[in-house]
């Protein structure tokens, strides 16, 4: 067996718990440092108590999807989803989605297998709801994010615009 297969096979993925809300704030500080940096009128800096309370929320909710990725004893990285389903309309048919939030990958822990086993969790998660599709957003700032889910079989499929009124 070679090593890249034992590094990613030693990535264990489980169901989040409520006592994971502090280490879920802690590990969303990467993500929201980068984003905070890059759109500081629309992102607040990293606040581990604040983004733990926020989790707390989340896990007590049956249409989330929290996942915590482990290297050892250590939480490496989380990905949440939202079950989203939507009645037809006279513009849409019905469908089900699992909608991606966040996926972080602590630095220490990123090339090894831990974002595609996050992935791949909650493919399988979304299959066991019987939901039909895995979508997400990124901002365009985030190329790193872009090429991981176009390696991962994600394809645009709506474009967002924005200008501001000065």
Same mark, same amino acid.
């Given at each position: =067996?070679?090593?890249?297969?034992?590094?990613?096979?030693?990535v264990r993925? *489980? *169901?989040?718990?409520?006592?994971?809300?502090? #280490?879920? +704030?802690?590990? @969303? %500080?990467? #993500?929201?440092?980068? $984003?905070?940096?890059?759109?500081?009128?629309?992102?607040?800096?990293?606040?581990?108590?604040? &983004?733990?309370?926020?989790?707390? +929320?989340?896990?007590?909710?049956?249409? =989330?999807? /929290?996942?915590?990725?482990?290297? %050892?004893? !250590?939480?490496? %990285?989380?990905?949440?989803?939202?079950?989203?389903?939507?009645?037809? @309309?006279?513009?849409?048919?019905?469908?089900?989605?699992?909608? /991606? $939030? $966040?996926?972080? #990958?602590?630095e220490s &822990?990123?090339?090894?297998? #831990? %974002?595609?086993?996050? =992935?791949?969790?909650?493919?399988?998660?979304?299959?066991?709801?019987?939901?039909?599709?895995?979508?997400?957003?990124?901002?365009?700032? @985030?190329?790193?994010?872009? *090429?991981?889910?176009?390696? !991962? +079989?994600?394809?645009?499929? @709506?474009?967002? =615009? *924005?200008?501001?009124?000065?």
């Open positions: =067996m070679d090593e890249d297969r034992l590094i990613r096979t030693a993925v *489980r *169901r989040g718990k409520l006592a994971d809300a502090d #280490v879920l +704030g802690e590990l @969303n %500080g990467l #993500v929201q440092q980068l $984003h905070s940096d890059a759109e500081p009128a629309e992102f607040k800096a990293p606040d581990a108590a604040a &983004a733990a309370e926020f989790f707390r +929320g989340q896990l007590q909710r049956a249409d =989330m999807v /929290i996942l915590l990725a482990e290297l %050892g004893d !250590h939480v490496v %990285g989380y990905l949440t989803a939202e079950e989203t389903r939507r009645r037809d @309309n006279p513009f849409t048919e019905a469908f089900g989605m699992l909608y /991606i $939030h $966040h996926l972080a #990958v602590a &822990a990123r090339r090894r297998g #831990v %974002g595609r086993a996050l =992935m791949a969790a909650a493919e399988e998660e979304a299959r066991r709801r019987g939901l039909k599709d895995l979508r997400l957003d990124f901002w365009s700032f @985030n190329e790193a994010a872009g *090429r991981f889910f176009q390696e !991962h +079989g994600f394809d645009a499929y @709506n474009i967002r =615009m *924005r200008r501001a009124i000065s």
